[in-house]
């Protein structure tokens, strides 16, 4: 019983083993994978360091721009470090708070930056519907509240995963065929039932992020009928570009 209840609070290090059945390629899987988090590095460091230093920029579409450059670096430093050093260095261990630190900033750095195409979506609305009142709607003090309100509402829909995970006891295998940690992965080495764990880790993430999806898609669905409605084809090309630019964005996120 002494054994079972240590294993419970104090499980021994995980073993992270990589993709199943694809071990002997991961060296080559590595490369692109490599080429696409330099990428990432480049190209959000580059945005970051633009929108903080040019003035003209400090506007609420590129500070929803800028968070979203600065969830994606942590997205990216959550996972992949670990990854190459099993890509090409093979299976690697991880501590088991380790493991739930890194499961915890990777579904909520996915949350937020679900949150955060919506509130760019919001924002375009407003550009497009209303351009007269954009500054009056869109203020300082109501842009730190959709901040928050982004912050808070992740933080609260993955940290319960972390206390669904620690009162799990762990006594069977600890090694995880993944490159990383992730909810489900965590709760299917537990020797317990884990319903509740399926129920919460499909269930409550995937719908916010559908939700927010469709929240998105009307808001385009406003945007475009605002469009239609423009008397001049100027100012709908005007609306289209400025847009555009947005839905390129979300896409490649």
Same mark, same amino acid.
């Given at each position: 019983?002494?054994?079972?209840?240590?294993?419970?609070? +104090?499980?021994?290090?995980?073993?992270?083993?990589?993709?199943?059945?694809?071990? &002997?390629?991961?060296?080559?899987?590595?490369?692109?994978?490599?080429?696409?988090?330099?990428? $990432?590095?480049?190209? +959000?460091?580059?945005?970051?360091?633009?929108?903080?230093?040019?003035? #003209?920029?400090?506007?609420?579409?590129?500070?929803?721009? =800028?968070? @979203?450059?600065?969830? /994606?670096?942590? @997205? #990216? +430093?959550?996972?992949? *470090?670990?990854?190459?050093?099993?890509?090409?260095?093979?299976?690697?261990?991880?501590? =088991?708070?380790?493991?739930?630190?890194?499961?915890?900033?990777?579904?909520? #750095?996915?949350?937020?930056?679900?949150?955060?195409?919506?509130?760019? $979506?919001? /924002?375009?609305?407003?550009?497009?519907?209303?351009?007269?009142?954009?500054?009056?709607?869109?203020? &300082?003090?109501?842009?730190?509240?959709?901040?928050?309100?982004?912050?808070?509402?992740?933080?609260?829909?993955?940290?319960?995963?972390?206390?669904?995970?620690?009162?799990?006891?762990?006594? &069977?295998?600890?090694?995880?065929?993944?490159?990383?940690?992730?909810?489900?992965?965590?709760?299917?080495?537990?020797?317990?039932?884990?319903?509740?764990?399926?129920?919460?880790?499909?269930?409550? *993430?995937?719908?916010?992020?559908?939700?927010?999806?469709?929240?998105?898609?009307? #808001?385009?669905?406003?945007?475009?009928?605002?469009? =239609? +409605? =423009?008397?001049?084809?100027?100012?709908? &090309?005007?609306?289209?570009?400025?847009?555009?630019?947005?839905?390129?964005?979300?896409?490649?996120?």
């Amino acid at each position: 019983m002494a054994t079972f209840n240590l294993s419970s609070f +104090n499980p021994g290090p995980f073993i992270l083993l990589g993709i199943p059945s694809l071990q &002997q390629f991961h060296i080559w899987i590595g490369i692109p994978f490599f080429i696409s988090y330099l990428v $990432a590095l480049v190209g +959000n460091g580059v945005l970051l360091y633009l929108i903080s230093m040019e003035r #003209s920029l400090h506007e609420p579409m590129f500070f929803f721009l =800028f968070m @979203l450059a600065a969830t /994606d670096l942590i @997205l #990216s +430093n959550t996972c992949l *470090p670990k990854t190459f050093s099993i890509f090409w260095l093979g299976p690697q261990e991880i501590t =088991f708070s380790g493991c739930l630190t890194q499961m915890f900033f990777h579904h909520y #750095s996915f949350v937020m930056e679900s949150a955060i195409q919506l509130a760019m $979506a919001f /924002d375009r609305y407003v550009a497009i519907s209303s351009p007269l009142k954009y500054n009056i709607i869109l203020t &300082q003090q109501i842009i730190s509240k959709i901040v928050m309100g982004i912050i808070i509402r992740s933080f609260c829909i993955i940290f319960p995963c972390v206390f669904l995970l620690k009162r799990l006891p762990f006594c &069977q295998t600890y090694l995880i065929p993944h490159t990383y940690c992730e909810h489900i992965g965590i709760a299917r080495l537990a020797c317990a039932d884990i319903s509740i764990n399926i129920w919460y880790g499909f269930a409550v *993430p995937i719908m916010t992020v559908i939700s927010d999806l469709i929240l998105t898609g009307i #808001s385009y669905t406003l945007i475009l009928r605002a469009i =239609f +409605n =423009f008397p001049s084809w100027e100012a709908r &090309q005007k609306a289209v570009s400025t847009c555009g630019s947005h839905v390129c964005v979300i896409l490649i996120f």
